[in-house]
Structures are given as structure tokens and as C-alpha cells.
């Protein structure tokens, strides 16, 4: 994990000094987000559970370099945090005390690649967009169920990154990398030359699975039969699953050698002098 770690901040670090010239435009955003952890094999619950609003959302810095006023290409890093809660619907109209709920919960740090698009730069106001792919690097994957008081049980947290099966045997439940994509598009507001914010709406999913070959055997999952010449075998299978969020994204946008619009540059200054 730490070398994955370091091979990210080098491409990050490599990025910027890449886009260290005129053009380079920098941001920091904050996403809060409705989150959604789905499979298909999850509906099989759902005669005793019921899923709850969940929140997740995403924060971090970008670096891009704009080749024209509208068109530019960045990337960066970003801390992302995605959830699922439950509830047991026969505990769903008691107080929270009384209720037995449970939740699933990853945390990943991003390295995206991102198409921007945007209006007049001179604008107050103008539309702001940015799109593309995205690779998640696993931190943490953990879930806590939570009983009632009642039920004289203490609450059980998982950290699903150090679970071992009866063997002793280390299990893989979650993918240490995932592929991704994400947008946001919405309004920039021009504060000088320089800075300018940014109120966009968010959206994003994984594109690839994030349950790992393990996870069959913790989650819900169908039992599969297969046949062959050797004779018959049975084994676990779990549909793909997804995260998805949507939201919002606020952000400040900081250009250091912002260039004025050609309109505005081809104003040519009245200078006095004398009558001839």
C-alpha cells in the first residue's frame, strides 16, 4: 500500500512540474455527496433490511494546464468516501436506541484525469464543466452493526481489510484498485484575473468491481453448480457491485498567469499629446 501510495504523489508531483508554465491553472474542492454502495445479490435482504439515506462525498487539489480560454487538462488528488447504511425493518419505528442498523464503509485516495470546458474567462458569470476517468486506490473498507440495547450484544466492527478466514489465510474482499468515472458541470464566478469560484453538480460511479474474490463469502451471494468431466462443484458468485455518488461540488479555482481575453487585450489605451 505504501508503494502505491508513493507511485501516485510521483505522478501528482510529475503533473505539476509538467504544467509549470503559462497555462497552468490550480484547484481545491470539497464534494458532499449522496452515496450508494449497490449489488444486485443485496436485494435478497431485502425482506429484513432496508437501505437508509447515506452520505459520502470527496475532497482534494487539481492541477491542469489550459491549452485554449475554454478548452484544458488536469489531474490531482482526492480523498473519497463512500457508504451504505441499513436498517432492520422490524427495528425501523423504534428510537434510535432501540433500532439495529448496520453499515458498510470505504475510503479511497484518487488520481484523476479530467477534460474541462468553460465560457468567457473575462465573464462574471459563466458555465463551467470538467469530465473523465479516475483510478481509487483502497484505504480503508470497514462496516459496524449496531444492536439495540435490549439485545444485550455488543456492537461489531469489521475492518474488512484484516479479516482471515478459519485457515489463517488473509481474504481479499474489496479490490485494491478501482476505475472510475466522474463530472461536474455548473457556474464559475470570476472573483479578479486570478481566482474564481466554482458551484458545480457532481456525479460519479465505479466502473469496474469493487468487490474482490472474497467477497462472496461476506456478502449475499447466489451458489453456483457447475459440471464437468471430473464431476460436479459448487461455489459462491457475487454479482458486480458499484458505488455511486452525486451531489455537489464547491471548489476555488486559482490561475497564476491568467490571460486576459483577446477582446480585452486588443484595447489600445488613449494616450494625450499635442495638436500638430
Known amino acids: 500500500m505504501r508503494l502505491s501510495v508513493f507511485i501516485i504523489l510521483i505522478l501528482f508531483i510529475s503533473a505539476n512540474l509538467l504544467f509549470a508554465q503559462k497555462g497552468v491553472e490550480y484547484s481545491a474542492f470539497i464534494s458532499p455527496n449522496f452515496s450508494w454502495i449497490i449489488n444486485n445479490n443485496d436485494k435478497a435482504l431485502s425482506d429484513t433490511d432496508r437501505c437508509l439515506p447515506s452520505f459520502g462525498g470527496s475532497a482534494g487539489l487539481t492541477v491542469g494546464y489550459n491549452f485554449t480560454d475554454n478548452f484544458g487538462l488536469a489531474t490531482g488528488l482526492a480523498f473519497v468516501y463512500s457508504q451504505q447504511n441499513y436498517i432492520k425493518i422490524s427495528s425501523i419505528n423504534e428510537i434510535d436506541k432501540l433500532q439495529h442498523t448496520k453499515n ?3 475510503s479511497y485516495l484518487r488520481l484523476p484525469i479530467l477534460f474541462r470546458l468553460s465560457g468567457d474567462p473575462q465573464a462574471r ?3 463551467y464543466a470538467r469530465f473523465g476517468a479516475n483510478v481509487d486506490m483502497l484505504l480503508t473498507a470497514n462496516s459496524t452493526e449496531s444492536y439495540p440495547i435490549t439485545a444485550s450484544v455488543k456492537d461489531v466492527e469489521i475492518n474488512y481489510r484484516n479479516v482471515k478466514d478459519g485457515n489463517g489465510n488473509k481474504q481479499t474482499i474489496f479490490n485494491q484498485f478501482v476505475f472510475g468515472l466522474m463530472a461536474d458541470i ?7 484575473d486570478h481566482f474564481a469560484l466554482l458551484f458545480l453538480l457532481h456525479l460519479e460511479s465505479s466502473i469496474s468491481n469493487i468487490d474482490a474474490e472474497d467477497a462472496p463469502k461476506y456478502f449475499p451471494s447466489e451458489q453456483i453448480e457447475v459440471e ?3 464431476g460436479k462443484a459448487t461455489f459462491l458468485q457475487r454479482e458486480h457491485t458499484t458505488f455511486l455518488m452525486s451531489g455537489i461540488t464547491l471548489g476555488i479555482k486559482y490561475t497564476p498567469d491568467a490571460t486576459k481575453s483577446s477582446i480585452h487585450n486588443n484595447r489600445k489605451k488613449y494616450k494625450p499629446g499635442l495638436w500638430r
Open 125 to 127: 458569470v459563466t458555465y
Open 186 to 192: 455548473g457556474a464559475k464566478i470570476r472573483i479578479n
Open 228 to 230: 464437468d468431466v471430473y
Open 104 to 106: 458498510r464503509r470505504l
